[in-house]
RNA sequence: GCGAGCGUAGCCAAGUGGUUAAGGCAGCGGAUUGUGGUUCCGCCAUUCGGGGGUUCAAGUCCCCUCGUUCGCCCCA
């Protein structure tokens, strides 16, 4: 009989990985709690419809990446691929805009795509993001990238780049999108069969096509930022100002266009050469249009989402596993001193400290064995004899020292007991 | 969705058609029935991801399937 495993593309994350999970998660609440932005959570799955009006029909996200069912009163749902369209739901919803000036708001949690898996991309992953809703301003835009430029910072990765651009509103992005068609026709058939294809249906994907022949064609063409309108022009310059007196130091890609439709002026990736065939980490920009799309007021948008997977996956090559920390390890034998000993692990718990107790039952050899495999820095034995006369040994594993206490005498210990601990622990 | 590689125990693996599937780590038991980290001994795959085929004979060759890895596409 064959066991049942994790269905494609999934992955458990089991305890010795899961350190890693818990320190990026309580960095992130710190660095984003610091910077007044509030956690929302929305549902993993929602009607079929919001992604397609938010994220876009042409979308390979949308078109060809959806989980998508129908429920039994005959709804169709997906589950999220991405979280912007939901957060911007729920903020329409709620009418958060009514709360007036800006929302700034973060959030974590699982993204499904119908993906091929590889390293670095799964079909249900995790994405921490940010959003920040309501204003225009570019200091918006510099926020949003310096927290994340901090907070990957404050995790411990490295030689990670910043990849910046802006892709302007939709006008400018029009007039550009005529010029690239008109100089790449005459090469059409050299270009690669994909890129070919975009020509028509969305040419300006065509520019991080990875084909050589294709980015030497590219050489020559006219670039995006000589298509901004002058007030385009102005606040990505702003912008960039911005960075550079925060001191994020960026590169300008006018390559960069990003795979879903409702980006406008500002785009950027955070990339790393560590991941495989995957680069970005963290991408993100504005999305001036997509409240409105979603049928709310008129409100400027600016946020990005990192990869939780890939993130841990660079973190995982440059730190050692997180391993916890024991305190004490009970060992116990013998019906009376395992009953006090179950007694002992509770008041040590209620006292702070961590504790493992025996429940093998097996002879002291053994126990003690495992004590000092479980990395604990004392043991306490529990035999007939402390049993009877209500007492307990302490044991230092690393020296073997021990002595005997009263168990009666435990409770007032518990600061002095506090300070070895962590003595022997250096 | 397309192209390529891989799949032997919990983990790392040897094995390249010929009788009983190396070895290491981990685990469990014992030497040591109230004291660990060393050492020694023993146990731990009727079976090679699953199914079918070729052959006197298959972990080894072929086909299908599942999983996984890499690349493309795309994305976090």
Same mark, same amino acid.
């Given at each position: 009989?064959?066991?049942?495993?994790?269905?494609?593309?999934?992955?458990?994350? $089991?305890?010795?990985?899961?350190?890693?999970?818990?320190?990026?998660?309580?960095?992130?609440?710190?660095?984003?709690?610091?910077?007044?932005?509030?956690?929302?959570?929305?549902?993993?799955?929602?009607?079929?419809?919001?992604?397609?009006?938010?994220?876009?029909?042409?979308?390979?996200?949308?078109?060809?990446?959806?989980?998508?069912?129908?429920?039994?009163?005959?709804?169709?749902?997906?589950?999220?691929?991405?979280?912007?369209?939901?957060?911007?739901?729920?903020?329409?919803?709620?009418?958060?805009?009514?709360?007036?000036?800006?929302?700034? $708001?973060?959030?974590?949690?699982?993204?499904?795509?119908?993906?091929?898996?590889?390293?670095?991309?799964?079909?249900?992953?995790?994405?921490?993001?940010?959003?920040?809703?309501?204003?225009?301003?570019?200091?918006?835009?510099?926020?949003?990238?310096?927290?994340?430029?901090?907070?990957?910072?404050?995790?411990?990765?490295?030689?990670?780049?910043?990849?910046?651009?802006?892709?302007?509103?939709?006008?400018?992005?029009?007039?550009?999108?005529?010029?690239?068609?008109? @100089?790449?026709?005459?090469?059409?058939?050299?270009?690669?069969?994909?890129?070919?294809?975009?020509?028509?249906?969305?040419?300006?994907?065509?520019?991080?096509?990875?084909?050589?022949?294709?980015?030497?064609?590219?050489?020559?063409?006219?670039?995006?930022?000589?298509?901004?309108?002058?007030?385009?022009?102005?606040?990505?310059?702003?912008?960039?100002?911005?960075?550079?007196?925060?001191?994020?130091?960026?590169?300008?890609?006018?390559? $960069?266009?990003?795979?879903?439709?409702? @980006?406008?002026?500002?785009?950027?990736?955070?990339?790393?050469?560590?991941?495989?065939?995957?680069?970005?980490?963290?991408?993100?920009?504005?999305?001036?249009?997509?409240?409105?799309?979603?049928?709310?007021?008129?409100?400027?948008?600016?946020?990005?989402?990192?990869?939780?997977?890939?993130?841990?996956?660079?973190?995982?090559?440059?730190?050692?596993?997180?391993?916890?920390?024991?305190?004490?390890?009970?060992?116990?034998?013998?019906?009376?001193?395992?009953?006090?000993?179950?007694?002992?692990?509770?008041?040590?718990?209620?006292?702070?400290?961590?504790?493992?107790?025996?429940?093998?039952?097996?002879?002291?050899?053994?126990?003690?064995?495992?004590?000092?495999?479980?990395?604990?820095?004392?043991?306490?034995?529990?035999?007939?004899?402390?049993?009877?006369?209500?007492?307990?040994?302490?044991?230092?594993?690393?020296?073997?020292?021990?002595?005997?206490?009263?168990?009666? !005498?435990?409770?007032?210990?518990?600061?002095?007991?506090?300070?070895?601990? !962590?003595?022997?622990?250096?």
């Amino acid at each position: 009989m064959s066991a049942i495993q994790a269905s494609r593309g999934t992955r458990d994350i $089991l305890p010795g990985e899961v350190g890693y999970w818990q320190r990026v998660e309580s960095i992130a609440r710190e660095i984003l709690g610091r910077a007044a932005y509030q956690e929302i959570r929305t549902p993993i799955f929602e009607q079929t419809d919001l992604f397609e009006r938010g994220v876009g029909e042409a979308t390979d996200v949308v078109s060809k990446e959806m989980y998508t069912f129908q429920d039994r009163g005959d709804r169709s749902l997906t589950l999220r691929p991405e979280n912007t369209a939901g957060v911007v739901r729920a903020f329409v919803e709620h009418h958060l805009h009514a709360q007036g000036g800006v929302q700034r $708001l973060w959030y974590l949690g699982a993204m499904f795509r119908y993906e091929r898996p590889q390293a670095g991309r799964q079909r249900q992953f995790h994405q921490l993001g940010v959003e920040v809703l309501g204003s225009s301003d570019p200091r918006a835009d510099a926020e949003v990238v310096v927290i994340a430029a901090e907070l990957l910072q404050a995790i411990g990765l490295k030689d990670l780049r910043l990849e910046f651009n802006s892709i302007g509103d939709q006008r400018d992005r029009q007039h550009y999108r005529e010029a690239l068609i008109t @100089y790449l026709m005459p090469y059409k058939a050299d270009l690669d069969s994909d890129s070919q294809d975009r020509l028509t249906r969305n040419p300006l994907r065509i520019l991080d096509s990875k084909d050589q022949k294709t980015q030497a064609i590219l050489q020559e063409a006219p670039s995006l930022l000589d298509y901004l309108s002058p007030e385009s022009q102005q606040r990505f310059e702003r912008v960039q100002q911005l960075l550079i007196d925060s001191g994020i130091s960026y590169n300008i890609n006018s390559r $960069l266009v990003r795979g879903l439709d409702y @980006y406008t002026h500002t785009v950027f990736e955070i990339q790393s050469d560590d991941l495989g065939a995957q680069a970005t980490v963290c991408a993100g920009g504005r999305y001036d249009g997509l409240v409105t799309d979603l049928g709310g007021p008129e409100t400027p948008a600016v946020g990005w989402a990192i990869g939780l997977e890939r993130l841990i996956l660079l973190l995982q090559q440059l730190q050692p596993p997180i391993a916890p920390t024991l305190d004490f390890y009970i060992v116990s034998r013998g019906d009376r001193a395992e009953a006090q000993a179950l007694k002992l692990a509770q008041l040590f718990r209620n006292t702070g400290f961590s504790v493992e107790l025996d429940l093998s039952g097996s002879a002291f050899g053994k126990q003690f064995k495992r004590a000092d495999r479980s990395g604990a820095v004392a043991c306490l034995i529990l035999g007939d004899a402390e049993a009877e006369d209500e007492t307990v040994q302490l044991k230092w594993l690393a020296s073997g020292e021990q002595q005997a206490i009263a168990q009666a !005498d435990l409770p007032k210990m518990t600061d002095e007991l506090r300070q070895q601990i !962590d003595r022997w622990r250096c």
